[in-house]
């Protein structure tokens, strides 16, 4: 799922206390570490539950998706804030501003072929994250059907029969190999001509006398 609508939707609403203080997952892993400074609300992914094909051949698998709003409030304004009881009061209002603007809400698809939301946004239910002197953090969790379809497909790739090489005599002033050049590039005049037919017996013939007559193996 795509995380941007929804916070672009929820600031562009501008009916909730966070008014544009509204981030991403990734802010939220800062906001945790640091010290926070206002009331903020991130955006992040939860869940995403598939349920089993129910077609043969083809594909199409009904996906649940999950999001989660979670709040930051202050709960350090006054005395009584420090039992939690304003902040939770508080969290009775922001709940109904996000109902608001997310409860039937109905995602854009993005013109996907395969993903298509299939139904809106309902409330699933919020946690209490963490509360302590200053802040109260609270998670409020929302999800909304989509659908995954796909035509059957067929492994199209060649059997692996042969594998190109580079035979070096050694002693050699280019091996062992250094550095991340990859061949053929890490091999002057290298052309990679040599070929390992894996369709043949590797224990007979030319291939196996070869390193049998003393090959040595280098990892570059």
Do not use: H
Request: proline share 4%.
């Amino acid at each position: 799922m795509k995380l941007s609508p929804i916070v672009l939707k929820l600031r562009a609403a501008n009916l909730t206390e966070f008014d544009q203080s509204i981030a991403g997952s990734a802010e939220l892993a800062t906001a945790q570490a640091d010290t926070l400074e206002v009331a903020t609300a991130y955006v992040i992914q939860l869940l995403e539950v598939a349920v089993p094909n129910t077609i043969e051949g083809d594909v199409s698998q009904r996906l649940i998706e999950g999001f989660g709003v979670v709040v930051a409030i202050r709960n350090d304004l006054s005395q009584a804030d420090k039992t939690g009881l304003t902040a939770y009061d508080k969290l009775f209002n922001i709940r109904r501003e996000l109902w608001n603007i997310l409860v039937g809400l109905v995602l854009p698809d993005d013109d996907d072929g395969q993903y298509n939301v299939e139904g809106p946004i309902y409330y699933k239910g919020g946690t209490l994250m963490d509360i302590n002197p200053a802040w109260l953090w609270y998670q409020f969790e929302f999800e909304f059907p989509a659908r995954l379809t796909g035509a059957e497909q067929t492994l199209d790739l060649s059997d692996l029969e042969t594998i190109s090489t580079q035979y070096v005599l050694t002693p050699d002033a280019q091996i062992p190999l250094k550095g991340a050049a990859a061949l053929p590039g890490a091999i002057t005049d290298s052309d990679l001509d040599q070929i390992i037919d894996l369709t043949e017996n590797l224990l007979a013939g030319s291939f196996n006398s070869g390193f049998a007559a003393g090959f040595d193996l280098y990892e570059g």
